[in-house]
């Protein structure tokens, strides 16, 4: 179980997140709000990426703001970034390799990459640079799953495919929450962050305003937009 | 009367004769006292970068050289010498140091400069505004008092210059190889570099028309990490009779491994290596020709008591090695040149010598020097130590065996002929 | 007697001159490539050791320049001390990799105390320039700024004659040696699992998934200060018995590695080894040939290849 309390990161000056506490536990939860709402510096902040200015980031009741950047994976959270960030000369397997060398994945269940992506078997050998968008994504996922980390943070993994791969990665994204794990996730359109998340956390200027199931999230947004 | 009166006079006149004649000999017993403190004498010398190669000592060999003068000599005018000694490092760097010498310093003589880019630089500034007593120790080249300052009055120079270096080197080359044909030069690319190789040109095809120089090369010079490899190829490639390089400090090092390595010293009958005897011995190949400046400081003979025999054995033991190049051994040459000229000065004078009186003084003078006998003709010594010898490893040490001296008429430029005027009657004066 | 033997060919033969011609011309190639080994294995190594942390860590560190300098005085002195004239091939080895983990060491240090607190590549180019007056200066208080040679190992090994050409072994041994570093390298870097963790974090990968994805970044950049410092001390080491170790050949050393990452770009062996090749064979070519040219050859090189492909021949653009 995913915990966050009472967090806060300063982007300079400026409060990306203020005082937000949340939970993930057996869920899809997903963060949304406009640009600069603070979605994607919270997924950072739990994956290790930004620095924590105050408050709790416990995974199974265990605070993991000490543990290094290079540490968080082995610690069980795995990360799958905005723009995928693949290391792109490398090939397919040689991606996965590099997240599943260093990290003793002790005691958890190792996922079946092949059953879970299995269109990734044909391009194992193929330089991850010369793949489309989507294969890209999903070279991105693998990494992020290939350890079988506890808790999985997907940060606007549907944003910019064709309909079909959305369709796609939703499914997968699905299969991954059946395997038992905790999925935070961003998106900046409730369409998308509604092909897969159970739950909605609507940010906005770094606060949680709202929450609910993405029907719930939706009506009281069209409320609002009514009562203006 | 008239005899008292006259009686009286010639008293008079007597005791005024003696009198004047007590004043007379009293104003030749009253010379100018001569001060107790030390007297200082600046020392221009390279202490790093690539000159320093050639005199890794310099440093400590002026102070040796003040030691001595100290030591055996009773110092100049009675005063101990005490040496100021500063990095020449270049010729911009030379020229603020003998303003610094001159002007803070006090000091009443400067000796120095080994580069010729150092000596050009300061020798006018000396001559129109420092006038000051100078001795260059090498700055070799000919220019200085046929160009830069032709009416020298305050700047000497110990050392040989380029013509005089020439005309050893291609004397010793034809006395060792009468039959000659064809010869590769090679030297490093700079000024000296090129002045050296067109005047051995010059002067062999004066003795020797029908020579070729079959290849002629300036390789960079100083360049870190220097790689001979193709020039040495090219060498033997044109298997010449004989091979003069003129490759020192760093550059000649390198060159020496290389050509070894590749076997150079085997392809060519005879190798003429200017600077294989300066350095630590890294250079010193057997059987190889070699130029000495100042005999290494073994040069006369030590049984002879010249002051090498003295000053010689004092930097072995300081250094662990033979001075390696002339400017070691000119240090004390100028030091005596110094020396003998105030003493000289003030004898004449009765005064405390001025520096006009210093210079005017050094001119034509002789010397005992540690490299023999020699004198200021031209505002040049002429010392005799200029050889070419060949090297010979005996036990630990390299010596220089068949040493050719080239006599003084065929090295040094009568003051009424100008170089060119020189060299060209070297070949009727050698018949 | 070369007539007769012409007038005996059919015509349209080339005459037997020619065969000989071009026998001529290929030991003339060869001894350009010959001549030219030693500065190819040098300039290999030097760049490489800038390039490494260049490319894997993203910094500018010209500190490799004075551990160059460092491992040439240090080979210098000890083979002098322990060798001496008594030359034997896997002591010299021995010597050489001691002074690349002495070079290696000083590497680390370096970084670890100094370099790693320098923020920006100007910061760390004007620091780590200023470092190297710190290099020369005690280069200058423990030998002196005359140069120092140990010649032995270039000496003792003999020569080989290839088609004409007079070879000192000492090139092909400086050659391969360099050759199997770059290989080993290679193989360190494509081949193992540390090799992986390497690439990820370089320009070519993502430092920040390098770390999400469990790698290590300060154990990697120390490795890699302590590759290039090692490359660095042993390219000193193997240059050292052909020209000496003088006072001020670190700036010649920056020059080359710079100017090599320049036409080869940016972390490419390939391109390292085969710029060594281009500069070391135009600097003989034009040494023998053009000999005005011969220093600025590469630069001139260089230059061209900047015109045509403004990240290097093999390079690709980084952002950075």
């Known amino acids: ?198 739950r909605i956390i609507w940010l906005e200027k770094g606060q949680i305003v709202a929450t609910g199931s993405p029907a719930e999230i939706k009506k009281q947004i069209s409320d609002s937009i009514r009562a203006r | 009367m008239l005899v008292k009166r006259a009686g009286s006079f010639i008293v008079c006149l007597t005791v005024a004769v003696f009198m004047m004649g007590a004043m007379v000999a009293g104003a030749a017993d009253q010379k100018a006292k001569i001060p107790t403190d030390p007297i200082k004498i600046g020392f221009v010398v390279p202490l790093s970068g690539v000159a320093a190669t050639l005199s890794p000592n310099a440093g400590i060999n002026a102070e040796l050289a003040a030691e001595y003068i100290n030591k055996y000599e009773g110092g100049i005018l009675g005063r101990q010498v005490k040496p100021i000694i500063y990095d020449e490092k270049n010729a911009q760097t030379a020229v603020e140091l003998f303003g610094k010498l001159t002007e803070d310093d006090k000091v009443e003589a400067i000796l120095g400069c080994l580069s010729s880019s150092s000596g050009l630089a300061v020798a006018p500034k000396v001559e129109a505004q420092w006038k000051i007593p100078t001795l260059l120790l090498e700055s070799t080249t000919m220019a200085l008092f046929t160009k830069v300052i032709p009416n020298a009055k305050y700047v000497y120079r110990i050392g040989p210059d380029d013509v005089m270096q020439s005309i050893a080197h291609v004397t010793a080359v034809l006395k060792d190889k009468p039959d000659v044909k064809t010869i590769a030069i090679g030297a490093p690319d700079y000024e000296w570099g090129h002045d050296v190789v067109k005047r051995f040109q010059e002067i062999m095809g004066k003795f020797k028309p029908d020579v070729k120089f079959v290849y002629t090369f300036f390789h960079p010079f100083g360049e870190a990490g220097p790689n001979f490899a193709a020039y040495i190829t090219n060498v033997m490639q044109n298997k010449p009779d004989v091979y003069v390089g003129y490759s020192w400090g760093s550059d000649g090092v390198a060159w020496h491994n290389q050509a070894e390595a590749m076997g150079l010293f085997k392809a060519v009958p005879l190798v003429f290596d200017v600077f294989s005897g300066t350095a630590k011995g890294e250079m010193a190949r057997e059987g190889v020709l070699a130029e000495t400046r100042a005999g290494n400081g073994t040069f006369p ?50 005064q405390y010598p001025t520096f006009e009186m210093v210079a005017k003084t050094l001119d034509g003078l002789s010397v005992v020097g540690p490299d023999g006998i020699s004198s200021m003709i031209n505002h040049q010594s002429t010392a005799p130590g200029m050889a070419v010898g060949r090297l010979h490893k005996e036990k630990e040490t390299w010596v220089m065996k068949d040493l050719i001296l080239v006599p003084d008429y065929l090295r040094i430029v009568p003051p009424w002929m100008t170089v060119e005027q020189f060299i060209d009657t070297l070949d009727k004066v050698q018949k | 007697m070369a007539q007769t033997i012409i007038n005996v060919v059919p015509e349209g033969t080339p005459p037997v001159g020619h065969i000989f011609e071009s026998q001529q011309m290929l030991s003339t190639f060869l001894s350009y490539i010959f001549n030219a080994l030693p500065m190819v294995s040098y300039i290999i190594m030097l760049s490489f050791s800038l390039n490494f942390i260049l490319y894997i860590s993203g910094r500018v560190s010209l500190t490799f320049a004075g551990i160059y300098l460092v491992g040439a005085y240090v080979t210098v002195s000890v083979g002098t001390y322990f060798l001496g004239q008594n030359f034997s091939l896997l002591s ?113 990968g993502d430092r920040t998934m390098a770390q999400v994805c469990g790698v290590n970044q300060n154990i990697v950049t120390a490795i890699t200060f302590a590759i290039s410092g090692m490359l660095a001390a042993i390219a000193g080491g193997l240059y050292a018995p052909i ?78």
């Not at chain 1, 203020?18 to 997924?43: D, F, H, P, Q, Y």
């Not at chain 1, 996922?141 to 290939?146: D, K, V, Y």
């Not at chain 3, 208080?141 to 072994?169: C, D, H, R």
Request: glycine share 10%.
């Open chain 1, 1 to 198: 179980m995913l915990e966050i309390k009472d967090l806060t990161v300063f982007y300079g000056t400026e409060k990306a997140v203020r005082e937000l506490s949340m939970k993930v536990s057996g869920e899809v939860v997903c963060l949304c709000g406009r640009n600069g709402a603070g979605k994607s510096t919270v997924l950072r902040a739990v994956a290790g990426i930004v620095h924590v200015d105050s408050g709790q980031i416990l995974l199974d009741g265990k605070d993991v703001i000490p543990i290094p950047l290079h540490k968080r994976l082995e610690s069980g959270i795995g990360y799958v970034p905005e723009d995928r960030k693949l290391f792109k000369e490398m090939t397919v397997r040689e991606n996965i390799e590099v997240a599943k060398i260093g990290v003793k994945a002790s005691g958890r269940k190792e996922m079946n990459i092949d059953e879970l992506l299995p269109e990734l078997a044909s391009l194992y050998n193929r330089k991850s640079k010369l793949l489309s968008g989507g294969q890209q994504k999903l070279v991105s996922i693998a990494r992020a799953i290939a350890t079988s980390p506890n808790v999985l943070l997907f940060d606007e993994v549907l944003e910019g495919l064709a309909r079909s791969m959305m369709i796609k990665i939703s499914e997968i994204v699905t299969k991954i929450k059946a395997e038992g794990k905790d999925i935070l996730c961003a998106e900046s359109s409730l369409d998308k962050a509604g092909m897969y998340a159970d």
């Open chain 2, 301 to 350: 003979p030590y049984i002879l008591g010249y002051p090498n025999s003295k000053f010689t054995p004092m930097i072995v033991e300081k250094t662990g090695v033979l001075p390696t190049y002339g400017m070691d051994i000119h240090m004390l040459t100028g030091l005596l040149y110094l020396k003998k000229a105030y003493e000289k000065a003030y004898d004449l004078t009765g």
């Open chain 3, 92 to 204: 010299f080895i021995a010597i050489l990799l001691a002074v690349g983990l002495l070079g290696a060491a000083i590497s680390i240090v370096v970084y670890a105390t100094f370099e790693r607190f320098l923020k920006t590549d100007v910061h760390r180019m004007i620091a780590t320039s200023s470092l190297l007056m710190v290099f020369s200066g005690i280069i200058k208080i423990q030998w002196g700024t005359t140069p120092v040679t140990y010649s032995a190992p270039f000496l003792k090994m003999g020569i080989s004659e290839v088609l004409g050409n007079i070879v000192p072994n000492y090139y092909f041994f400086m050659f391969g040696f360099s050759l199997i570093l770059m290989l080993a390298l290679a193989y360190f870097l494509f081949r193992t699992a540390w090799g992986l963790r390497f690439r990820a974090t370089s320009l070519d």
């Open chain 3, 243 to 320: 020209a000496g170790a003088s006072y001020g050949i670190e700036g010649n050393a920056l020059l080359l590695a710079a100017l090599t990452i320049i036409v080869g770009g940016v972390g490419s062996i390939g391109g390292a080894v085969l710029t060594a090749f281009i500069i070391g064979i135009a600097r003989v070519i034009t040494a023998v040939e053009m000999p005005l040219f011969e220093l600025a050859i590469p630069f001139i090189i260089a230059s061209a290849v900047l015109v045509v492909r403004p990240y290097g021949i093999w390079g690709k653009e980084f952002k950075h």
